[in-house]
């Protein structure tokens, strides 16, 4: 069985060394002393470890059953939802006028980490409800807030988001769910929904469906949909459940993996809806939710990594097979263990290199949601925005990539399901599909947020790294290995975005068939600009002399080989961008 | 469920007018005319599409079970066996004197193609049987070869090979199972083995187990290697079957994938074996088959893209979402198909460009392992020897790689199981670690084989490429789009290869760290080579006017997309080969 050890002192150093969050001057950041995240991580590490993590594999191999249209969730899954709501955790960022926490969303996220590395099938129940609560708490009316929103981050009622039907995935315009006014203001929903992550089970006493769904008579397309709230059981006016709404789970999704996690078919038959926030906006309210969503899948990719990679660091460390080119390390074992081999280091540096920039990269961006909202900074907002699609796909390619890469560690061992690695690669799989496949990511990046305000936020960042670079450049060493290959990469794409203006305006399919290369490109570059203001930190930790010098030293080198060894690719992804759209786009359709 | 289409065009495509095997001076490829090898591959992509695929998600599903030491395979297989036996096809390349048809390695590999797409788990069996009957053939004793060779190519029996232990996979020296001589000549062999592909199953009448074992006394290390045969019913001088051998299997592996064929840890319990060539030479006894094997593991690999890909395709040209950028393709329908999506064609071009390549080849590579076999050319011989580690290397990373692809096309539909498209993704999983990980292949590639005798092969390698270069620079065209790509990533290739020369020198770990990513910058400019071998051939084609202008205008668009969009990776593994082992080996072993 694999293990998980909670990385609370890299989690710190993000939050305090990296990103200062006890010294930012952002409302509510005042309380994030070293001391409270401190705590909070180590409790919040502790039931990772102790309560989610050993019921991970346990949700893989029993999944979820569906019977008489009772979804039951896998054994274990009851009690740690109620230990989790018992321990407030749902709630940490909620509003504290419906009983949340009121702590800042970096907080959750960084919290996040560590229940989706244990657990992420589980995890999904509450990120849902998280989700619908979002949507709610923005767009609901002040009496739908109190009715739903004190029991949803208390846990006590769970939340879906219903987007999908049969023909309809990317394209939401394409929605027919039907939703039919009816007397007293409510409507009538009608229709199919599939793949509903947490849409049956038996967790919470009651489920809160957010609907996507389509007011007869209104435009067609995406400008005629509406979002509704469609509760499993209809809510009295004392706050006590009443009838069961005509809403049920139809079938359950067999997958690749996340099988902790009920995917289910819904029907709405006539169920009874109510509108949130005005008709034929629904769209606007579920784009709200995205950049929060689209980030916690960001975590999610990286996260599954995290986990992958300390169980390939162990099983390197531990198992014992031929001997250190340069001379026996183990001489009076029958062999050394393999992290000797140059090869088997590459590997895990790949992984270990990108973790631990992922991790700072998903905090920052974090960090710029609370900048936004919590004082209402309209760069920091635009910020945000560009660089979600880059988190949320990077991000889950890359964390793919990397448990793809510690199962590698593991030779055979790592085929066979006992050592857990091959869960994680299923589980992981699914963060480069959901919330928009990464090739939507890059369509939302490079069609509608690259050129949004005349490009003002991709400036913004180039304004961020040059700056960083000018700043620091007086440093040798951090100039040699970090800042350098930083302003090679920065240009990189600072010569494909030039290319997409160029090209683009000629034809559009000239940035289109380079809107992938150019997510991943950005992503390295951010990951290089994470890279070098982690190294800064460390080289500062190094010479003051009173920090965990084995500590900042590992830091540095990590960071080196990131430098080295994955920054080139934005040379290759520049490089295929500025093939423009012919290679891309020659091929006839019948031809393939 | 997944569809099949057999790629018989394609395949004659490269064997006829690519690799020219009617005209090519090998003995017994003067058979191989356009007709015989149409009618061979019309035979056999026949049974793989009726028979085989078929069986792919079925045994998927069902997997093998054990009960009382009896292992059933999933329901079909044994029909699909006889089938397959009747047919001829297992010996279709064995020696006609055992009963083989004596047919180059050559058609058995582009007939294998089809069977692993269509279901590799099942193919698997008879792949087994093909390897040991091999090692039997190189190795065996007249006496030894009569006894067993007829039998296992009629496929009446079937085989294994018995490497791995608990506390051994890569280093072979640490094998524990012992070889007692007995009278009369033979082994008690005792000991335990683990991932033995097809160790027991429902299939055939007997099994014929490879075992390496130790002979006590002998030298430590992998030089006191000795190779068995254990049948696992004792064969009578009649040939009919006798006594049950004291070999069982203990226990089925659960696995990611490949769950049609079994997994089995093998006990030897004083079984009764039989030395295969001379004691302590065991390890040269397998290295012969390791070629001949490890080129069938990447057909494996890219096998699983081509099915893979060819569903993604069919699913893109079908799926109707969003509109195309430069207007409405299907006007009256409520979308366009994604296949006009710049980012979904992309994709697809990424999956259809390398496996038409990797097909090339991996048939070019069995080409030379004809060349090699049938005229005793040490030249044939030195080059798949160097080029074998990148076919499985290159060919497995990158199959899989393009399942993942094809599986991301499909968006939430690649998720659920009834796709078809996470089986293909967890079945080439394995492809990248058995028969030698990866990371071990690249190994042997800058460990053992650049080097041998001075670089001779890697020198005859870039010769041909420059050869074939300049015999044709006066195509403009060809110029352009292949040759002076081609040329730049030769010389990448090149460079690489001198900085592990001198880097080396000063320290092993320079070249070990960089052989990883050699092995793919190598894997790179070989199907450079052969998109640019295609393209002659499709440019002349094409003049001549008499053949199908649209598969030759295909390939001339595919393999443009290849060379100006998967071509330019050998900077980025040159930029890493050339930083040396210092970010590589830098950080503590303790620091993971």
């Given at each position: 069985?694999?293990?998980?050890?909670?990385?609370?002192?890299?989690?710190?150093?993000?939050?305090?060394?990296?990103?200062?969050?006890?010294?930012?001057?952002?409302?509510?950041?005042?309380?994030?002393?070293?001391?409270?995240?401190?705590?909070?991580?180590?409790?919040?590490?502790?039931?990772?470890?102790?309560?989610?993590?050993?019921?991970?594999?346990?949700?893989?191999?029993?999944?979820?059953?569906?019977?008489?249209?009772?979804?039951?969730?896998?054994?274990?899954?009851?009690?740690?939802?109620?230990?989790?709501?018992?321990?407030?955790?749902?709630?940490?960022?909620?509003?504290?006028?419906?009983?949340?926490?009121?702590?800042?969303?970096?907080?959750?996220?960084?919290?996040?980490?560590?229940?989706?590395?244990?657990?992420?099938?589980?995890?999904m129940y509450q990120g849902l409800t998280h989700g619908a609560y979002s949507a709610i708490h923005t767009h609901g009316s002040d009496g739908q807030k109190a009715t739903y929103l004190p029991k949803m981050i208390d846990g006590e009622w769970s939340g879906t988001m219903n987007l999908t039907e049969p023909q309809c995935g990317t394209d939401l315009g394409l929605i027919r769910t039907r939703a039919e006014p009816q007397d007293g203001g409510s409507y009538r929903i009608t229709g199919q929904k599939i793949w509903i992550s947490a849409g049956e089970h038996d967790l919470s006493e009651n489920i809160i469906h957010l609907v996507l769904a389509r007011i007869p008579g209104g435009p067609d397309g995406v400008k005629g949909i509406s979002l509704f709230i469609v509760p499993k059981f209809m809510v009295n006016g004392d706050g006590s459940l009443g009838d069961r709404n005509a809403v049920t789970c139809g079938g359950l999704e067999s997958k690749m993996g996340i099988h902790g996690n009920a995917t289910c078919v819904m029907h709405y038959d006539g169920a009874t809806g109510f509108l949130i926030g005005e008709a034929h906006k629904g769209l606007r309210a579920m784009f709200t939710m995205m950049n929060e969503a689209r980030i916690g899948v960001g975590l999610q990719g990286y996260s599954q990594g995290v986990v992958a990679y300390q169980n390939a660091a162990a099983f390197a460390k531990d198992r014992l097979q031929g001997r250190d080119v340069t001379g026996a390390k183990n001489p009076d074992g029958p062999a050394d263990p393999i992290i000797v081999h140059p090869d088997v280091r590459r590997n895990l540096m790949h992984q270990k290199s990108f973790i631990e920039a992922a991790r700072a990269f998903a905090l920052w961006g974090a960090m710029l949601i609370d900048r936004s909202r919590r004082t209402g900074d309209a760069d920091a907002e635009a910020l945000v925005s560009l660089l979600t699609p880059v988190i949320k796909g990077f991000l889950t390619d890359k964390g793919f990539e990397t448990t793809v890469l510690a199962q590698q560690t593991l030779g055979g061992s790592g085929f066979v399901r006992e050592s857990g690695l091959e869960q994680f690669v299923r589980d992981a799989r699914i963060t480069m599909i959901y919330e928009g496949t990464n090739g939507v990511q890059a369509l939302d990046l490079v069609g509608r947020k690259l050129g949004q305000d005349g490009g003002k936020a991709i400036r913004a960042f180039f304004e961020l790294v040059k700056d960083f670079i000018k700043a620091n450049d007086g440093d040798e060493t951090l100039k040699r290995d970090f800042l350098d290959p930083l302003k090679a990469a920065s240009k990189d794409l600072q010569a494909a975005a030039m290319y997409f203006v160029q090209a683009g305006m000629k034809n559009p399919q000239n940035a289109l068939a380079g809107s992938y290369d150019f997510l991943h490109l950005?992503?390295?570059?951010?990951?290089?600009?994470?890279?070098?203001?982690?190294?800064?930190?460390?080289?500062?930790?190094?010479?003051?002399?009173?920090?965990?010098?084995?500590f900042f030293k590992g830091k540095l080198a990590t960071g080196r080989y990131y430098m080295a060894r994955q920054l080139p690719m934005t040379a290759t992804h520049l490089a295929r961008i500025q093939s423009g759209a012919e290679p891309v786009m020659a091929l006839e359709a019948e031809a393939f």
């Open positions: 069985m694999p293990s998980y050890t909670a990385p609370t002192r890299d989690l710190q150093f993000v939050l305090q060394d990296v990103l200062g969050v006890a010294e930012a001057d952002i409302p509510g950041y005042a309380d994030l002393d070293a001391q409270m995240t401190a705590a909070i991580l180590e409790e919040a590490g502790k039931l990772a470890v102790e309560i989610l993590a050993p019921l991970n594999a346990v949700g893989d191999v029993e999944g979820c059953t569906l019977e008489n249209g009772v979804v039951r969730t896998p054994s274990g899954f009851r009690d740690a939802y109620q230990t989790m709501r018992q321990g407030g955790w749902m709630g940490l960022d909620a509003d504290p006028e419906y009983g949340g926490q009121g702590m800042p969303y970096i907080l959750n996220a960084a919290v996040g980490e560590m229940f989706i590395s244990s657990n992420m099938a589980f995890n950005f992503g390295h570059v951010c990951l290089g600009l994470m890279w070098a203001r982690m190294a800064k930190v460390a080289q500062a930790g190094l010479a003051g002399g009173n920090g965990d010098a084995a």
